[in-house]
């Protein structure tokens, strides 16, 4: 069963994951000084990191770079400043350093997240949702277009999104002529929740993505790329009614990845901006001053060969227009509503 396949695939990554990365990613001696720290975690991410193809960074250089900043007699703010630096250099937001005060993440996914915003909340939740909006699990959900298209909003795949709970949401609007999803400034979550919607749709067995583990020092030294194969239905009726699925730049990690698997199916418009990406799995490990850090062990291709591991773009770009948000209206939605309407009326 192609449910089964999804499952097995996870299961082998994690298990390698969790097998292989507590050897690779422990320090092999105990020196907690500066410059053994500095060493260690730039050797690890030269070695481990999967993503120097698309992330473009000159790596050697940053070594070049820092090195010489580093010495045993600088304090740990100084330390985690220069370690700031050369993980920053990467853009990548499942790149993080954990100090004993201090967290380090990637300053352009923070920007893109909170400088780019394709979405107001206030506007969806006056004018789309409204007071008498549904919550069932980890959504919200109305009728909208004078109850022609179901509107839902989903703000992260860390919360639930069970099956049952999409019964509850299908059986309440069984006559809508199609679906807006909503994951605008979903920053991802958990892998299980993205399967659990797919399994509203119809499932073709097609092709989803292709996944590789990095399994050697050298920066193209991956697996054999493993494909991926859309959810089967469970017992819930396949929607093959239009479905718009809203993206922006704050989608990142499993919002990525959904956007990715939902652009292979038929009935399916990805419509706003480009995601923020994040398709990578992260692992990490200690460093030899006591620190935690993950990034990066694997990389996602599409079925065109392409990684879109830093964004994946919509079928059809919308921004939010400001004029329309201060007359509460949200143009995205509302194209999204229009092309379903009239795809229902051809």
Same mark, same amino acid.
């Given at each position: 069963?192609?449910?089964r396949?999804?499952?097995?695939?996870?299961?082998?990554?994690?298990?390698?994951?969790?097998?292989?990365?507590?050897?690779?990613?422990?320090?092999?001696?105990?020196d907690?000084?500066?410059?053994?720290?500095?060493?260690?975690?730039?050797?690890?991410?030269d070695?481990?990191?999967s993503?120097?193809?698309?992330?473009?960074?000159?790596?050697?250089?940053?070594?070049?770079?820092?090195?010489p900043?580093?010495?045993?007699?600088?304090?740990?703010?100084?330390?985690?400043?220069?370690?700031?630096?050369?993980?920053?250099?990467?853009?990548?937001?499942?790149v993080?350093?954990?100090g004993n005060?201090d967290?380090?993440s990637?300053?352009a996914?923070?920007?893109?997240?909170?400088?780019?915003?394709?979405?107001?909340?206030?506007?969806?939740?006056?004018?789309?949702?409204?007071?008498?909006?549904h919550?069932?699990?980890?959504?919200?959900?109305?009728?909208?277009?004078? $109850?022609q /298209? !179901?509107? #839902? +909003?989903?703000?992260?795949?860390s919360?639930?999104?069970?099956?049952?709970? *999409?019964?509850?949401? =299908?059986?309440?609007?069984p006559n809508?002529? $199609?679906? /807006? !999803?909503? #994951? +605008?400034?979903n920053?991802?979550?958990?892998?299980?929740?993205?399967?659990? *919607?797919?399994?509203? =749709?119809?499932?073709?067995?097609?092709?989803?993505?292709?996944?590789?583990?990095?399994?050697?020092?050298?920066?193209?030294?991956?697996?054999?790329p493993?494909a991926?194969?859309?959810?089967?239905s469970?017992?819930?009726?396949?929607?093959?009614?239009?479905?718009?699925?809203?993206?922006?730049?704050?989608?990142?990690?499993?919002?990525?990845?959904?956007?990715?698997?939902?652009?292979?199916?038929?009935?399916?418009?990805?419509?706003?901006?480009?995601?923020?990406?994040g398709?990578?799995v992260?692992?990490?490990?200690?460093?030899?001053?006591g620190?935690?850090?993950?990034?990066?062990?694997?990389?996602?291709?599409?079925?065109?060969?392409?990684?879109?591991?830093n964004g994946?773009?919509?079928?059809?770009?919308?921004?939010?227009?400001?004029?329309?948000?201060?007359?509460?209206?949200?143009?995205?939605?509302?194209s999204?509503?229009?092309?379903?309407?009239s795809?229902?009326?051809?």
């Amino acid at each position: 069963m192609l449910d089964r396949n999804i499952k097995i695939i996870t299961i082998s990554i994690l298990t390698l994951l969790s097998t292989s990365c507590e050897k690779l990613f422990m320090p092999a001696d105990s020196d907690p000084s500066p410059t053994s720290t500095f060493d260690y975690l730039w050797r690890q991410v030269d070695e481990r990191y999967s993503l120097f193809d698309v992330k473009n960074v000159n790596w050697q250089a940053m070594y070049d770079s820092l090195r010489p900043q580093v010495y045993d007699e600088m304090d740990n703010d100084s330390l985690f400043t220069v370690l700031h630096k050369m993980l920053n250099s990467l853009n990548d937001g499942h790149v993080d350093l954990w100090g004993n005060n201090d967290v380090s993440s990637s300053e352009a996914i923070f920007l893109q997240r909170y400088g780019t915003k394709n979405f107001d909340i206030n506007t969806v939740a006056i004018t789309y949702l409204r007071a008498d909006h549904h919550t069932t699990a980890g959504f919200a959900y109305n009728s909208i277009a004078e $109850g022609q /298209v !179901l509107y #839902i +909003r989903y703000s992260s795949f860390s919360n639930s999104a069970s099956p049952e709970a *999409i019964k509850i949401i =299908l059986k309440r609007f069984p006559n809508v002529k $199609g679906i /807006v !999803l909503d #994951i +605008r400034q979903n920053g991802g979550g958990e892998i299980q929740n993205e399967w659990n *919607i797919m399994q509203m =749709l119809p499932s073709e067995g097609q092709l989803l993505y292709y996944t590789q583990i990095k399994n050697g020092p050298a920066h193209s030294a991956f697996s054999e790329p493993q494909a991926v194969y859309a959810p089967e239905s469970s017992d819930i009726h396949p929607i093959d009614k239009p479905l718009v699925l809203l993206t922006d730049r704050g989608c990142y990690s499993a919002a990525s990845n959904f956007a990715l698997c939902l652009k292979t199916y038929n009935n399916v418009t990805v419509m706003g901006d480009t995601t923020a990406g994040g398709l990578a799995v992260p692992a990490g490990g200690a460093l030899p001053n006591g620190w935690n850090y993950r990034f990066g062990v694997t990389r996602t291709l599409a079925i065109d060969g392409i990684n879109y591991e830093n964004g994946v773009p919509p079928d059809q770009v919308v921004l939010l227009d400001p004029a329309a948000v201060a007359l509460h209206h949200d143009n995205i939605i509302d194209s999204a509503t229009n092309l379903i309407l009239s795809n229902a009326n051809i």
